[in-house]
Nanobody
Framework: QVQLLESGGGTVETGGSLRLSCAVS????????MAWYRQVPGKQRDLVAA???????NYADSEEGRFTIARGSARNTVSLQMNSLKPEDTAVYYC?????????????WGQGTQVTVSS
């Protein structure tokens, strides 16, 4: 069983910064991808940034250059450093991990953390 615990959300003014963290427990050796998504009410959950086991990263176009995803040295944590925040970045941010056990993929989600950017 994989569990994800997110932290670091909050309220910040336009132009400010926040750092989100996600700690993963269970089946750590099976983790292949870690990612951050975000969702606003009434809309689909969208990818913000992702990182694989080789530390290759992928960003949504609107975040590239402002956000940085990174894995911790223990490989069971992932962070999202968000700079130059805009009101449109306001959303619930979710951590997601994809695991592979040799025969199937599974996906696990955190509970979400609210990020609010005031104008």
């Amino acid at each position: 069983q994989v569990q994800l615990l997110e932290s670091g959300g909050g309220t910040v003014e336009t132009g400010g910064s926040l750092r989100l963290s996600c700690a993963v427990s269970g089946l750590i050796d099976n983790i292949k991808y870690m990612a951050w998504y975000r969702q606003v009410p009434g809309k689909q959950r969208d990818l913000v940034a992702a990182i694989n086991n080789d530390d290759a990263t992928n960003y949504a176009d609107s975040e590239e250059g402002r956000f940085t995803i990174a894995r911790g040295s223990a490989r069971n944590t992932v962070s999202l450093q968000m700079n130059s925040l805009k009101p449109e970045d306001t959303a619930v941010y979710y951590c997601k991990v994809d695991t592979w056990d040799g025969s199937r993929w599974d996906a696990y989600w955190g509970q979400g953390t609210q990020v609010t950017v005031s104008s």
